[in-house]
């Protein structure tokens, strides 16, 4: 497996611009995780899909975030409208699924390095 | 809230010596505790899990123990090595909510 992909890997945008991120979770992961990571505030869980449904959005920061997960092989995060203060690292993880009991090893993917201007 | 407390923010360490990090949690119901180790430009990386019910686990140079009772887990790195250079998280995973919650991360800097 190729692991976990993730594109672009590099994204540079003006400020009010919509951002599309993507992800391909590894095959036959059920859970896929959306992080970002500045110096100021490490790395923070955005939301997650189990099954391809949302079970912690809490992590999104405004209205202007938006994730989904169409399928089990595919997900998104959308920004919009973009601003300078999303410039940041996005991370996305996938792993076998969560379950009441035991949590498993997120595998992540590359990241990508979005800066708004 | 549920939080993760992770000390210290910054460890410098000669070659050699052991290094310790530590984590403390809130919610009792948490019962996975991974740590992930990232290197300068890269993703992070699993480098050792305890789950609940076990207090300690091993591999290799690097160890981590659990505290349930004091709601804290330690990762214990020996011998180290100027490639042991990162920063690492420590993770939480709470049961009654299905919540993630990733320490706020430990830059190690092991000094040849």
């Known amino acids: 497996d190729a692991g976990v992909i993730q594109s672009p890997r590099h994204e540079v945008t003006e400020m009010g611009q919509e951002v599309t991120l993507r992800c391909k979770p590894i095959s036959g992961h059920n859970s896929l995780f959306w992080y970002r990571q500045t110096m100021m505030r490490g790395l923070e869980l955005l939301i997650y899909f189990n099954n391809n449904v949302p079970i912690d959005d809490s992590g999104m920061p405004e209205d202007r975030f938006s994730a989904k997960m169409p399928n089990a092989s595919f997900s998104t995060l959308k920004i919009q409208p973009s601003e300078p203060r999303d410039s940041a690292v996005y991370f996305c993880?996938?792993?076998?699924?969560?379950?009441?009991?035991?949590?498993?090893?997120?595998?992540f993917g590359p990241g990508t390095r979005l800066t708004v201007l | 809230g549920e939080n993760v407390e992770q000390h210290p923010s910054t460890l410098s360490v000669q070659e050699g010596d052991s290094a310790v990090i530590k984590c403390t949690y809130s919610?009792?119901?948490?019962?996975?505790f991974p740590w992930y180790k990232q290197e300068l430009g890269k993703r992070p990386q699993l480098i050792i899990d305890i789950r609940s019910n076990v207090g300690e686990k091993k591999d290799q140079r690097i160890a981590v123990t659990l505290n349930k009772t004091a709601k804290h887990f330690s990762l214990h790195i020996t011998e180290t090595q100027p490639e042991d250079s990162a920063v690492y998280f420590c993770e939480s995973y709470q049961d009654s909510s299905y919540k993630l919650i990733f320490g706020s991360g430990t830059r190690l800097l092991v000094r040849p």
């Open positions: 993880a996938s792993s076998l699924p969560l379950t009441g009991i035991e949590g498993n090893e997120q595998f």
């Open positions: 919610d009792s119901a948490s019962n996975y």
